[in-house]
């Protein structure tokens, strides 16, 4: 989940939660059956990411439904509160999968060992995107910049910081005519099906990436 709740002084395990509820409100027998939770909670590690005042609310609309009315209602999508989360879901799944195919990183000039990426995204995925990528290149400090914000990775946290403050140098520009050309050597103007490639590269990913030129 994106965001933490607080629970006093002590920790609890899922099955405890599911204890103490069913002491107050009565067993809930979905809470025991690991597959159906798993799949929840999936649904849930997604769609807390997507950025709308309104998401809180509704994924304290959609447990309760869970809660009240069972897990398949849920899992079915049987409400609109439920396929609204599905969808919120999906929407977070796609922008992660979609940022991880295009992002480019360079290295920074005047910092070993530190790769500079920039990319933008509208969710709260930056945390997952780091951790990938940490995994990609673990000798590697990863730098994500995203408007005038860089996200960086210490200690398993995500820290950010203003981009201007960071005072990395890369040469950014040197990287995306190496990557045109590479592009350019791929296609023959000619016989480019812009059509298909922007059913790859999306719209929203132009602004940003060095082969969106090509595609305008």
């Avoid at 933490?4 to 025991?32: F, I, M, N, S």
């Avoid at 309104?54 to 994924?59: A, S």
């Avoid at 990319?119 to 945390?127: N, S």
Wanted: contains cysteine.
């Amino acid at each position: 989940m994106a965001d933490e709740a607080g629970a006093g002084d002590q920790d609890y395990t899922l099955e405890q939660l599911a204890d103490e509820y069913g002491k107050k409100c009565g067993r809930v027998d979905w809470l025991y059956r690991p597959r159906q939770l798993n799949q929840l909670e999936k649904i849930l590690f997604y769609a807390a990411r997507f950025r709308s005042a309104d998401n809180n609310f509704l994924i304290f609309t959609v447990i309760n439904q869970a809660l009240e009315q069972g897990i398949g209602v849920v899992l079915g999508k049987l409400t609109p509160e439920a396929a609204q989360l599905y969808s919120r879901a999906r929407q977070v799944w796609a922008e992660i999968n979609r940022v991880k195919g295009f992002i480019r990183f360079h290295p920074a000039k005047n910092r070993t060992k530190t790769l500079v990426g920039r990319a933008e995204f509208r969710h709260r995925i930056e945390d997952i995107l780091l951790q990938h990528f940490r995994r990609r290149y673990p000798k590697e400090t990863v730098v994500i910049i995203r408007g005038s914000e860089a996200y960086i990775l210490l200690n398993n946290q995500v820290r950010v910081y203003p981009y201007s403050q960071l005072g990395l140098e890369f040469d950014e520009h040197e990287f995306d005519s190496f990557w045109n050309v590479y592009y350019d050597s791929q296609t023959v103007e000619g016989r480019l099906n812009k059509k298909l490639a922007r059913k790859y590269v999306p719209k929203k990913l132009w602004s940003w990436v060095p082969e969106g030129n090509k595609l305008k």
